[in-house]
Every structure is written in C-alpha cells, then in structure tokens.
C-alpha cells in the first residue's frame, strides 16, 4: 500500500483523507492535518481542527480558491482564484523534476510580489536593507508548506518571477482549488504549492534575536 500524498492532494476530498486515515496511513506530524482541507468547502467540513491545538475556532473557513494574506503586513486580505485571473497576468515556461521525471509546462498568473505588495508588508525601514529580514510561508492542499525569503520574490533583488498560477498549459485551474505557485527558479518541484491557501510574510528577527 502506499500513503499516496499527491493521490490524496489530486482527489481534493476530506473523504479520500478519512480513507487514508482508516487505513492505517496516518503520517508524520511534519505533515499533521492530513485531512486534504484545500480552499473550497473541504476545509469547512473538514475535522482539520482536531489535528492541530493552534487551529483557531474564531477564524471562518475558507471560500473556495481564497488565499488569505497576512502576517507582518499592513492591510490583510484574502484574494480568490476569481480575482487573480482579472490582474494583470505574466507567462512563463518552466521545467522540473517531480517524482513523475521531469516536467515542462506554461504557466499564467499573477507574480507573488504583486499579491503581496497590496498587503503592505512591514519591513523595517530604519534597517539597512529590511526586507533582506522577510519571508514569507505559502501553504496549500493537504497543509503543504514552503518558505521563500523576501528577496528570492522580490524582482528588485532576484531575477525570478514566482507567480500565482492561474491556469497550466492554457487549462484554467478549478476557481475552487485555488493558484498554484511557480517557481521558475527551482529545479525541483517541491515549492509548486498547489491548491495554495495561504500568505504569510514574516520578519526573522523576533526568532534569531531570541536565540541571542
Ligand atoms: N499542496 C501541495 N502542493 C505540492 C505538493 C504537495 O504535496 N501538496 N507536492 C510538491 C512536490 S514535492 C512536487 S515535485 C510537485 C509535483 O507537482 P505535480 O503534482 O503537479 O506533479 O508539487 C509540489 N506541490
Ligand atoms: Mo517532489
């Protein structure tokens, strides 16, 4: 048997997580919440709070292809799969490699800086270079988190272009599952969050000043 992760992220069902969870193929707390909550009404109906004591019961369930938008910034907000398909869109043609061998698509979307920028990021500007500082966690289906730093998404540093794919080789993804990120940049797949959810952006130093 195997504990199909991808399967269980392609099905998109809380009940294809219960399966999973029934027959014996619960997973490591790296990746707690196996209930395959994505945007959309699974993660309503789902039981994800029961697999995680931080869940807040105050937070309303996501709509279907919301991304929320927080963190450190000035102006929280959530954007839908609906409402990136009318922002200005960029294309690019990437390659990686995935446990399927090496994959080439075209993806359309909204750049990641953009979405985040409207959030209003507080950097410190009284230090050199704050947004050096930042970060910022993109989680997806199945609870499927990858960090980027500030500056791997920022156009004025990196020469990448991280967007919020709206559609895959010209097929519109379901407004319910939400964007997909696209990290031309990697040679790896792992950070092509899918079914994304959530934004966070993070500063380092309240962690790395602790540590002092
Ligand atoms: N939500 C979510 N996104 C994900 C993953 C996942 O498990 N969940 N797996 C990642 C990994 S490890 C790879 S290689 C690619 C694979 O992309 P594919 O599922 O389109 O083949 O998706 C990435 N995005
Ligand atoms: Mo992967």
């Known amino acids: 048997m195997t ?3 991808q399967n269980q992220r392609r099905a998109g069902l809380a009940l294809a997580a219960a399966a ?6 619960g997973q490591s707390a790296e990746t707690k919440g196996a209930d395959g909550a994505k945007g959309g009404a699974a993660a309503g109906a789902s039981a994800s709070a029961s697999s995680s004591s931080s869940a807040k019961a105050s937070v309303a369930p996501l709509g279907p292809g919301e991304v929320r938008v ?19 869109q960029a294309s690019v043609e990437v390659k990686f490699t ?21 959030a209003e990021p507080r950097f410190d500007a009284a230090k050199k270079n704050g947004r050096l500082r930042g970060f910022v966690s993109a989680t997806g289906g199945g609870d499927y988190r990858a960090v980027f730093a500030w500056a791997e998404i920022d156009p004025g540093f990196a020469k990448s272009q991280v967007l919020l794919a709206v559609s895959e080789d010209g097929v519109a993804f379901d407004d ?6 696209v990290v031309p940049q990697d040679t ?18 309240p962690v790395v000043d602790a540590a002092k």
Not at 20 to 25: E, F, K, M, P, V
Not at 70 to 88: F, H, N
């Open 70 to 88: 927080g963190g450190e910034v000035a102006k929280p907000y959530s954007v839908t799969l609906a409402d990136l398909r009318k922002l200005p």
């Open 188 to 205: 790896k797949g792992g950070r092509y969050v899918s079914e994304l959810n959530q934004l966070w952006v993070g500063v380092v130093d």
């Open 20 to 25: 999973l969870l029934l027959a014996g193929c």
């Open 176 to 181: 319910a599952a939400g964007p997909r990120l």
């Open 98 to 118: 995935s446990a399927k061998g090496e994959q080439r698509h075209t993806y359309q979307g909204v750049p990641l800086h953009d979405v985040l920028k409207t």
């Open 3 to 5: 504990c199909g992760r």
